[in-house]
């Protein structure tokens, strides 16, 4: 059979019976359009992930203390209090690698101004955090030495807590407001970075560190909640971490490093952590969209086995005058495969449009890349032959002169 005559025979096929073809060719749609609107999604939530990462700060390094043991139970990571300012003071006088240090207490607290209110994170630290967390003053000033050592009332805010208690045009720099009932001036309003998570730097109060451990975390002894550290450079960041972990392990007392009371981190280990988590999330959306490109497919088996039987007469003619198997099962096969290609591309248009319209309403990121869309058209095209073989088979192996007979 000509190519010419393959493509004639496919198409009138096709659309002699246009309603059978439109809805069978639409489970195949709605399976590729689902496979890229989904790993889109999860490739957006990993591209979140990265972003939010790399706006922690520059070649930044995290203390954070261990677990708590008691009773022979041991709590989560982080809820210990083995880490203290003298800790932070040491990083500064014996590693060299680091270029900035920041002690930190965190707590959540209702703040207050007139009759708005919200619950926010609590940052006490010191001076040297802005230029660590990457954080950019949009008016005001960030916290300073003189703050700290004067244990003043000062908060700096975040753009979503600003607008949350002053409103969208109101200018926060001055107004005083209530943190647990104690009245702090507001000197300073930082630069938004985006994110809608309530421990996004959007959402974040900062206090000078004296005066949060005075009057808002409770903490009368200089244990702290953590340690922020700032690497001289990119290619430093191993080595202060090796050397922090070191430090700290001389100065509580402890031989094994896996025994240790704290836990120090660098932006890789986050990465890598969280990007296992997303990757997986990628993995099992794209697996259950592929479930819906799988029933697509045994949607067009069941049409196209529909289609031998209706035209087992045409194919016992067919051979009665001299067609092969090849010729039969060939032609089968491609009426398959081409609804499969044009529900391909449908679905792929549709995917892509779903996925924009998702993150221009601002509902999901989702991502889409061409690795996605080639993976969709690789699926479409497997169960274009594999769900068209057995028809095609069958149709193939009829006898002409039973499928002549068939009534």
């Not at 967390?133 to 003189?146: E, K, L, M, P």
């Not at 107004?175 to 300073?188: A, D, E, H, L, P």
């Not at 430093?236 to 240790?260: F, G, P, T, Y």
């Amino acid at each position: 059979m000509r190519f010419k005559d393959l493509i004639l025979e496919t198409y009138s096929a096709l659309f002699s019976n246009k309603i059978r073809s439109g809805l069978t060719m639409l489970g195949v749609v709605i399976g590729i359009s689902s496979v890229i609107v989904l790993v889109g999604i999860g490739q957006g939530a990993t591209s979140s992930v990265a972003s939010s990462i790399s706006e922690l700060g520059s070649n930044l390094i995290l203390v954070s203390p261990g677990s708590t043991n008691f009773g022979g139970v041991r709590s989560a990571m982080g809820n210990a209090t083995t880490l203290t300012e003298e800790d932070a003071e040491a990083i500064v006088a014996e590693v060299n690698s680091v270029s900035e240090v920041a002690s930190v207490v965190n707590s959540r607290q209702q703040i207050t101004y007139k009759s708005n209110n919200t619950n926010a994170q609590i940052i006490g630290t010191e001076a040297s955090y802005a230029s660590i967390r990457n954080i950019v003053i949009a008016s005001g000033d960030f916290i300073t030495t003189q703050d700290e050592k004067s244990v003043s009332k000062v908060v700096v805010i975040g753009p979503s807590i600003g607008e949350t208690l002053f409103g969208e045009d109101v200018d926060p720099i001055g107004k005083v407001i209530k943190i647990n009932k104690i009245q702090f001036k507001v000197t300073g309003l930082t630069q938004s970075k985006g994110g809608s998570s309530t421990d996004s730097s959007d959402y974040a109060v900062y206090v000078p560190l004296t005066t949060a451990k005075r009057y808002l975390t409770g903490r009368s002894t200089a244990s702290i909640s953590s340690i922020n550290t700032k690497a001289i450079d990119e290619d430093s960041v191993a080595l202060a971490k090796q050397e922090i972990n070191s430090l700290l392990l001389s100065r509580h007392n402890i031989a094994d490093s896996n025994s240790a009371d704290f836990s120090v981190s660098t932006q890789e280990d986050l990465m890598s952590s969280l990007s296992t988590v997303t990757q997986t999330l990628t993995i099992l959306l794209g697996a259950i969209a592929s479930i819906s490109l799988l029933v697509g497919g045994i949607g067009i088996m069941n049409m196209m086995l529909t289609t031998v039987t209706e035209r087992t007469r045409e194919i016992g003619l067919r051979k009665a005058i001299g067609a092969k198997n090849h010729d039969i099962s060939i032609q089968f096969l491609a009426e398959s495969v081409a609804l499969t290609f044009i529900s391909g591309v449908v679905g792929v248009a549709l995917g892509l449009g779903i996925a924009l319209a998702v993150t221009a309403l601002g509902w999901v990121t989702s991502v889409v890349t061409w690795q996605s869309v080639v993976l969709s058209f690789g699926i479409c095209a497997f169960v274009g032959i594999a769900f068209g073989l057995y028809p095609a088979n069958k149709a193939a192996k009829l006898k002409p002169i039973e499928a002549l007979r068939y009534e």
